[in-house]
Every structure is written in C-alpha cells, then in structure tokens.
C-alpha cells in the first residue's frame, strides 16, 4: 500500500469523478467527494512525511522501468504542492456544499463535483509525475474540466469567459506540447530526470531553446503571468464561488510548480538563468504584474474580480523570487506558493459566504457589512491584512523572505519595489474596510453567512495567523525543497 | 509575583481590558468602570518594575521564534520603562477625561471607542518592552491597525478621508522604509537585538549605514518628521481623548521612542557620531521644527495649532536623539516626558472647551478665562511645560536639550531651537492670556448678564488639573524619570 | 535543400500560422475553433512526422523487417487528437450555450451586449448614490 502512494494519489479522485454520476445525490456525490479529497489529502502527507525522511520516491507505472516507462517521482517540491492542494482542495469542499446548493440548479450539482474531481486528479496528476508528456495530458484534464466548471456559473458572463479561457488554455497547452516534441526530437525521452542529464550537452542547440521558449510561453499563460493574464480576472469573477476559491488556491500554485519544474529540474538552473536572460525578464514582468495588477485591482467594482487582480500581483511576487534564483529566493516563491493559497482560499470562500446572503460582492453591497456580517468581514480584514503582509500573517513571512533575499543580492530597487508593490495592496483592501466599517448599510436585513461556509473560511483565516506565528513546518519544508531545487540542477 | 510575570502582565491587562468591556457593553457604568480599574491595575504594575529595574535585575520574557532567530521576545530596559510608565498612567487620567468626554458630546460606538483604546495601549506596552526591532515592529504596526478606527470615529466624509492619510502615510513610511531597514539590518549585523552601544560591528561600511538611519527616521512615520508630518493633522478629526492620548502621547512618543531607541541601541552613540547622514537629519529636524512652528503660528483651528505644535515639539526629540551626545539623548527622552504631560493637557483643554462653549477656532476663545477658569489655567501652565519655562517641568528637558547643541558645538542648531522656542511663545501662549485679559468680553454683552461659571464635565476637569499640576510637579521632582534615563544612557 | 528536405516543418509552421491567425482574427466563434483545431493539427503532424524513419515500414513485429518508424510519437499524438477532440466537443457546446444567451456567435456582438450591461449596472449604481 505504502508503496503505491504515488499513484494512489492521482488515481483515487480520477476513478471517483465517474462514481459520482452513479452515486447521483447531490448530498451523498457532496459526501463522497469530500471523502475522496480528504482521503487524497492523507496521501499527501504520507508522502511529505516520507520524502522528507527519506529522499525522493520513484514509482514506476505498471512496472514499465524508466525511461521508458511513466514515472511517477515525488521529490520534496512537488510533494509540498501536493499538499498544498489537497489540504486546500479539503477545506474548500467542506464549504461547498452550502455554497453550491445556493449557487447551482439541483440537476447540476452531482456535475459539478464529477468535474471538480476531474480537475483536482488533473492538477494532482501534474504535480506527481515526472513524464513530461503525461504532464501535457493531465494538464488538459484540468483544464477541460476547468473551462467546464467556470461555464457553470450563474450569468450569461461565465460562458463567454470559459470560452476564451478555453482558447487561451489550448493554445497555451499547445505550445507545451509543442515545446516537448522539440525535446523529445532532440533527446528521445519524455522523462524529466533522464531529460535534465541529456539537455546540458545540448545547451548550444536553438532546437532546445525553442523548446524552452515554447514551452515556458505555454506555462506563463496558464499561470497568468502578466501581460498574459487576461483571461483569469473573467474566469474568477464568474465562475461559482466554490470554484473560484478552489482555482485560486491551487490551480495558478500547479502552474507555478511547472514553471520551477521545467526551469530548475528539466532544463536545469544554468541553462534557464545564466543562459538566458530569464532572470531579468522575471524580476521585470513579476514586478510589473505586481505594479499593473494591483492598480487596477484598486479601481474594480466587483470584488471577486478586484481579488483576482490581486491574485495577478501575488503571482508576480512568486515569480520574483523565481527571477532572483537563489534559495532564499526560491524559499520566498514556495512559501508564498502555500501562504497565498491559504489567503485567497480564505477570501474567497469568504466571499461565498457574501454571495450566499447577496447574490453578488459588488463594492457598494459592502457598505454596513461590518454590522450585518460582522464575522465574514472580520475574516476579509484578517485575510486582508495577510495579503498586505503584516506581521504575525502569513503573508509578512514570505514577503520577509523575498525582500531578504533581494537586498541579499543587492537589489535594492527590487526590495523597494515589493515593499511598494504592497502598499497599493492596502489601497485596494481599505477600500473594504471603509466601505464595510464606516458607511451605513444599504439594506438592514442582511444576515450572517451560514456556519457551513463561515467554518471553513475561519479554518483558513487561523490559518494565516497560525502558521505566521508557527512558522517551522512551511519554512523547514520549502528550506529544504529549495535546497533540493538548486541542488538538483548543480548535478 | 516575580518580574518577569509582571512584565508579561502588563502585556496581558489591556487585552484582558478588552473582553471585560466587550463583555459589559450593555452597561455603560460597569463598562468604564472596567476600563479604569483596568488602567489603574496597568499602572500599578508597571510600577512595580521601577525598583527592580533600578537595582540591576534582568527582566525578560522569551515568547516564541517566528523565524529563525526572529524571536518575540521582551526585555525591559529603562528608557521602555518610562515610555510605559508615562502611558499607562495617563490612560488612567484619559479615561477619566474620556467618561465626561465622550458623554458630555454624545458619541456613538462607545464600546468601540474603549476596546480599541485598550488594544492601542496593549500595542503601546508592547513597543515599550520589545526586545527587539522585529517585536516592536509587529506593535508598531497594530498600534497603526488598532488607532485607524478611532481617527475615523466619526464616520464622516472627513473623517474617513483624515483616516486614509493617517493609515496611508504610517502604514506606508513603515512598510517601505521601517521593514526595509529592518531586513537590511538583520542581514548587516545578524541580529535585531536591542544592545547597548550598538548592533553593527566597527567595520560596517559607513554608506550603508547613512542609508540605514535614514530609512529609520523616514520609516519610522510616527515621529512625524517633516515630510512624513500630514497624518498627524489629518488625525485630528478624531475625538479629543483621542486626539489627547493617541496623537499627543501614545502614538508620536512611540514615534521618538523607537527612534530614540534605534539610536541609542541599534546605532549606539559613538557609530551614530560617525555617520555623515547624522549631521543632514539633524538638520532636516532642524527644518522640522522651524516650520511646524510658523505653521502652527497660522493655524486657527485650535486642535490643529496644537497638532503642528506637537510635530514641531517631536522634531526637539528627534534632534535630541541624533545629537549622539548624552545631554542631547538625556533633554531628548526628558522631553517625552515632559512633552506629553504637557501636550495631554492642552488636547484636555481643548476638548472641554469643544464640549462646554462650542468652540474649536483660536479667534472664538477671547474672554472665556471667565466662563472656565480651571480649564483655562491648566492651559496657560501646559503652554509653559510646552515652551519650556518654569515652573513647569519643561525647564529641565529644554535646558538639556540647549545643552546637548552646546556639546555637539551645533550653534546654528542652538539659535534655531531658541527662534523655535519664541514661536511656541507666540501660538501657544496668547490663547490662555487673551482669554483671561481678552478685551471686549464678548460674552458677557452677548448675554447682558454677569458670566455664569460653566466648565465641562466633572471628571474632565478632575483629569486636566491632574495633568496640569504633574508639569508644575515634575520641575520639582524630575528625578523620577531622570534615574531612569541615566540609567539607560 | 533546407526546403526541399523539411518541407514537413514548412508545412506545420503553415498550418500554425494559418490556425492562430484564425482564432486571433475570426471573429465567428465557430471559425475560431476550426482555426484552433487546424493549429492543433499542426502540432500533430509535427509529431507525426518527427517518428517518421526514411526507407522504414510500419512498426509491426514482423519476420525480416527490421527498419520501421518510431512508434512513441504516433501513440503519444493519438492520445492529444483525443484530447483535441474534447476540446472541441466543449467548445461547441459551450457555443451553443453563448447563442441560446447573447442571441449571437460573434465576438463583436457578444463584447457589445457586455458593455451594455456594464454600463447599465453602473447607471443603476450611480442613481442609486444619488438617492442617498
């Protein structure tokens, strides 16, 4: 059993999605669903716990050895994303079921949890393996399911915007595709690690580098790295509340996990940084999604769009630390990885509670919420407060982190500019307080949100302030994992 | 109980303070009630560190490591013991002034009001205490947090847009340059412990460092040096105990503080001497303190006069602490001091003014010495603390401020702080005078009858005597503070 | 000789360019996925034609033959046609859904109805304020 972990992972919510159009219920396709995420969830730590003790774990499919075969290789670092995802994922659903009742006709509901397995063993599977074409294939899982989900939602908006997620996704996932056949023309293998020994001889060929190009062209428009965000603030602010918390607390981290897993370990950290000027470019573009996206966040209307722009400045951070290269760098990027899934999960699932007693967030339906809601709004402040990054938040220990790790390298002018980049989070969360703290309600007669919703939210929200305060186990874990990264990539 | 316990009480009574109000909510009596015993509690142990302290023993708590070597950890050390002892016991007196206050002008949100007052207090002993610039950061920054609902009180148009560049201009000195010296700092010198002497080792390069402390007195918002001042007019919409505690004692004097504090124990004298940078902010405190003053010359509303004052009194401070003398830090922590027994005075006064006659405009108070006696001589003796003439406390702070320039051989300093001190003579002193000898008695015809007596509310007076024989008090007896501050020098 | 001998890469980047500039320029939602599916055909005739080994036959065990055609690519592009395939399926259904709710296929219509909308939200907004 111990053995098969790996496997178990990916395999476990990829059968159940099809059970769910047998079982049919919607309270019982809620159960089982829940059930199969929180069984995905002790897997996860199993392995963590064991790759943690023990090294990096090889699972051969079907005993097909490698190369040849698929492989499935849980390191630290996708390890920690798998964890992420299913502790995120679990606590996600856990509100669901109130949400998506509100939210979702009836005859749809056991659909929405079918695709909402599919695309949590799509995100699980691209985490897990260590094929790069199996990566393309899960990542279409994903997003098919994706497109499917966010088409879900209740205005007309939400098709037009899964729509053009659904361009911007294939021709992103094309692109992969594409970028690995090139590898694969050049090397003759799919798999990751025999493809990190046999690309450094080859460093020279512009074959190889279109691949790189390709491929990390395809990577940046699924994790919405600006310009190539567009289409994430319509998929957000559409989709059913559920899935919007759900996409924000995982599926830009997988994205991002991809990022780091092609430049670090495929095409290894000499050839991504030093050979290129990609260091410069993602220094450059993280800080200008930083700068562009939280502007605009400010000036948005409706907030589950105002919080996605958000989410295309925090991604810029990431990607910052990415750009600088060095551990404590890359420690930034995986602590911010964990940190931000743990705020927008809470702000999000914060505002399905809002949606729930509302029918929308728009920023005048705010005003008097602290009267009315006091408790969900109390838990957007604190989650707030954590984007902002203040201390004692999450949020203040990855920004520590990356602003540590920039004057480290003595780039000043990045330091100052994260620090600045912050600031303009305030802008746009204090819009929220005012509103919801120092206007009179619009209407009186709004109640709180429901504890099926208003649990989980707080789940995440002590979160924040947990692991701001107890900080060993995501520090430990990313220390090491970015070690591993760079350690990697020097053999 | 031990000292250590009691360190940690401290901490604990403003939160404990917190739930007791909530609590009681419903009743109002019972709920300030809770707020004094509460305050006086807070004192009373605070004091009892005084004597322990002086006798040499070590006081610390070790809470947790956030990261590694990032710990929140307290130690109290003299200079944190004055600033506690100076706040805690005027939240006594404030929260006397607020009862009559805040009923006196029917307020709403009350309860609020209490709560966050105490959170504020708590964020106060934690800045206080803080062994290291990480934990006084963290307190710093929830002193911003918990005090941006209490200047938007009102809830007006104006009060919120006073509230924006409150939490605009300290949220972001402290982010963009108070978190950024502090990272520097950690990765310059390995360590944010607060250490006598210093932090840095001798070989530092001196670039870097001029850097560093400039970050420090931009960053550190709370010490309103001018270009960093606005927020602390723009605070002023908030009610006068508020205005009185927060924006005269509690929030600059955490300002100066930490940066008397970084100077002293992150920089240490001697390093601090050798910075090139130090001489430029003396200077731009220098520019700090001329131009509040022409300022606060033109004010007319009375809270705002007395803002600038404040901001023009806090660059004293701050050039105090950069003098890198020991008479310049010695006049620089007196004049906390001294300058918030002072400055808690006026706002007293100036609220009870608002609550009893109506009157915010400096033009309005002529001839109203008779309708307010008491309020109007605690006026005219908080102005002298203020300027710095006996018998008010002032005297001593002032007169070591003088000597610092002396010592530093700082002359243009020196006339610039006596120019400053006639300004002050001029924006504060003429108020109480004209509304004794004002001329026309504009009430009194106004009203055709003789003035009848009207102060404000009772416990609103009690508090302003209070704090108004304290400055004629700590001219004969500043002793209290001073072995302290000799202590930590 | 660079063209004569990778006419098949010529091809590819024809088809892929003439595909993005489909779903870039079509306005008609259903031309932008033919485009999309002429680009992702592309790609897999690229595949297809890397595996191909000159003078080899069918990758099929059989006596004698010993040249044939790399097998993998062929099996790895069978699996994205099917992955292409459900693409497309979903987006025709998500069209279907777009015409029953904006009465229309085209981008330009679609993008018209939106900021009507948004513009009529924002006057209900503005109205609302001045109520005050």
């Known amino acids: 059993m111990l053995a098969h972990l790996p496997i178990l992972q990916v395999i476990l919510p990829l059968m159940a999605a099809p059970s769910c159009l047998l079982i049919r219920k919607a309270n019982l396709v809620w159960l089982f669903t829940l059930a199969v995420s929180f069984a995905a969830l002790i897997v996860s730590v199993l392995l963590l716990q064991q790759v943690y003790a023990t090294g990096p774990i090889s699972y051969t499919l079907g005993g097909w050895q490698a190369p040849w075969g698929i492989e499935y290789r849980i390191d630290l670092l996708n390890a920690w994303v798998l964890f992420i995802v299913t502790a995120l994922s679990t606590v996600v659903l856990t509100a669901a079921h109130t949400s998506v009742q509100k939210e979702l006709e009836p005859n749809r509901q056991t659909v929405f949890y079918t695709l909402y397995l599919l695309c949590f063993a799509g995100l699980l599977g691209i985490v897990a393996t260590g094929d790069a074409f199996n990566v393309f294939v899960f990542l279409e899982i994903s997003s098919l399911s994706t497109y499917a989900l966010i088409a879900l939602g209740k205005d007309r908006r939400a098709l037009w915007a899964a729509f053009q997620y659904l361009i911007m996704g294939t021709i992103g996932a094309t692109f992969i595709l594409i970028g690995i056949g090139f590898l694969y023309m050049m090397t003759g293998t799919l798999n990751m690690a025999d493809l990190a020994a046999r690309i450094p001889p080859l460093s020279e060929s512009t074959t190889v580098l279109a691949a790189f190009a390709f491929i990390f062209l395809g990577i940046c428009l699924k994790l919405a790295l600006f310009p190539l965000h567009l289409w994430l603030p319509n998929a957000y602010s559409c989709a059913p509340s559920i899935v919007t918390a759900f996409l924000a607390a995982t599926a830009t981290k997988v994205a991002l996990y991809l990022l780091l897993r092609f430049t670090f370990t495929v095409f290894g950290v000499d050839f991504s940084l030093s050979h290129l000027p990609l260091d410069i470019l993602l220094v450059g573009l993280g800080l200008v999604g930083v700068f562009a996206a939280s502007i605009v966040a400010i000036y948005q209307a409706n907030i589950k769009r105002m919080l996605a722009f958000s989410s295309v400045a925090q991604i810029g951070y990431m990607v910052v630390g990415i750009g600088i290269g060095t551990a404590t760098a890359l420690q930034a990027t995986l602590l911010h990885m964990f940190n931000h899934a743990l705020m927008k999960g809470g702000l999000f699932l914060a505002l399905a509670g809002l949606v729930y007693q509302l029918g929308a967030c728009r920023i005048e339906q705010f005003r008097g919420l602290g009267r009315t809601m006091p408790w969900t709004m109390a838990a957007i402040v604190v989650g707030g407060i954590s984007l902002i990054g203040m201390p004692l938040t999450v949020g203040f220990v990855s920004k520590w982190y990356l602003i540590a790790a920039a004057i480290e390298q003595q780039l000043w002018w990045v330091a100052v500019l994260v620090v600045l980049g912050s600031l303009l989070a305030v802008a746009y969360i204090w819009k929220l307080v005012e509103a919801a703290y120092f206007q009179a309600p619009e209407v009186d007669a709004v109640k709180e949100a429901p504890l099926g919703i208003l649990l989980p939210t707080w789940l995440l929200i002590a979160a924040n302030i947990y692991f701001g305060i107890d900080t060993r186990l995501p520090v430990e874990v990313t220390s090491a994992a970015s070690q591993f990264l760079l350690g990697g990539a020097a053999q | ?489 | ?132």
């Open chain 3, 1 to 132: 000789m660079l063209l004569a001998s990778h006419y098949n890469y010529w091809i590819v980047i024809a088809l892929m360019m003439i595909g993005l500039y489909m779903v870039i320029a079509q306005g008609n939602l259903v031309k932008k996925i033919i485009g999309l599916n002429i680009f992702q055909t592309s790609v897999f005739i690229f595949y297809i034609s890397v595996g191909k080994v000159d003078g080899g036959g069918a990758p099929i065990l059989n006596e004698g033959e010993v040249l044939y055609s790399n097998p993998l690519p062929h099996v790895l592009i069978l699996t994205a046609i099917v992955v292409g395939i459900a693409t497309t399926a979903l987006a025709l259904a998500l069209i279907i859904r777009i015409k029953r709710a904006y009465g229309s296929i085209e981008e330009r219509d679609i993008q018209a109805a939106e900021e009507m909308q948004e513009r009529s939200a924002h006057h209900a907004r503005v109205s609302a304020g001045k109520e005050q």
């Open chain 2, 1 to 489: 109980m031990n000292s250590a316990s009691l360190l940690q009480l401290s901490l604990v009574i403003p939160l404990l303070a917190v739930v007791g109000i909530q609590l009681t909510a419903r009743r109002e009596n019972v709920r300030e009630a809770v707020s004094l015993i509460a305050a006086s509690a807070l004192f009373a142990t605070v004091a009892q560190l005084y004597l322990p302290l002086l006798n040499g023993q070590t006081i610390a708590v070790h809470w947790l490591d956030i990261l590694p070597g990032l710990a929140l950890a307290f130690r109290v050390e003299p200079l944190g013991l004055m600033f506690a002892l100076v706040a805690s016991f005027l939240w006594i007196i404030t929260t006397l002034y607020a009862i009559g206050y805040m009923r006196g002008h029917g307020e709403q949100n009350q309860t609020r009001f209490y709560s966050l007052f105490a959170v504020s207090i708590g964020a106060v002993m934690g800045i206080a205490f803080a062994e290291n610039l990480f934990t006084l950061f963290i307190f710093y920054e929830l002193l911003t947090l918990c005090t941006y609902p209490l200047v938007t009180h009102a809830g007006t148009d104006k009060a919120r847009q006073g509230g924006r560049t409150y939490l605009g201009i300290l949220l972001g000195t402290s982010v963009g340059f108070f978190l950024l010296a502090i990272i520097a700092t950690w990765l310059l010198a390995g360590t944010l412990s607060f250490k006598q002497g210093g932090i840095f080792s001798p070989g530092t390069s001196v670039a870097l460092l001029s850097v560093l402390l400039g970050l420090f007195v931009f960053g550190v918002g709370k010490a309103a040096i001018m270009p960093f001042h606005r927020w602390l007019p723009a605070a002023m919409v908030a009610p006068t105990p508020v205005s009185a505690l927060l924006h005269a004692v509690a929030v600059v004097k955490a300002g100066v503080f930490v940066l008397l504090k970084i100077c002293l124990l992150i920089f240490g004298i001697d390093t601090l001497k050798s910075i090139p940078a130090t001489e430029w902010l003396l200077y731009l405190a220098g520019v700090s303190i001329l131009f509040a003053s022409i300022i606060a010359l033109r004010q007319q509303n009375l809270k705002k006069r007395l803002a600038y004052s404040t901001v023009s009194q806090l660059g004293y401070i701050t050039l105090g602490a950069l003098l890198a003398t020991s008479a310049g830090m010695t006049g620089s922590a007196l004049h906390i001091v001294m300058h918030a027994f002072g400055k808690i005075t006026l706002f007293f006064c100036a609220g009870a003014i608002l609550v009893a006659a109506h009157k915010t405009e400096v033009n309005e108070l002529r001839g109203l010495g008779r309708q307010m006696p008491v309020t109007m001589t605690a006026f005219f003796v908080a102005s002298l603390c203020i300027i710095g003439i006996p018998p008010t406390g002032g005297t001593w702070s002032k007169w070591y401020l003088m000597l610092g320039t002396f010592e530093a051989e700082q002359w243009i300093l020196m006339a610039l702080l006596m120019i400053s001190s006639l300004l002050s003579i001029a924006y504060l002193l003429p108020i109480p005078l004209q509304a004794f000898f004002g001329g026309k008695k504009p009430l009194e015809i106004e009203a055709g009858t003789a003035v009848v007596l009207k102060e404000a509310p009772l416990p609103s007076v009690i508090a302003l005597t209070v704090t108004a024989s304290a400055c004629v008090y700590l001219l004969l007896y500043p002793d209290i503070f001073y072995r302290l501050i000799a202590a930590g020098i």
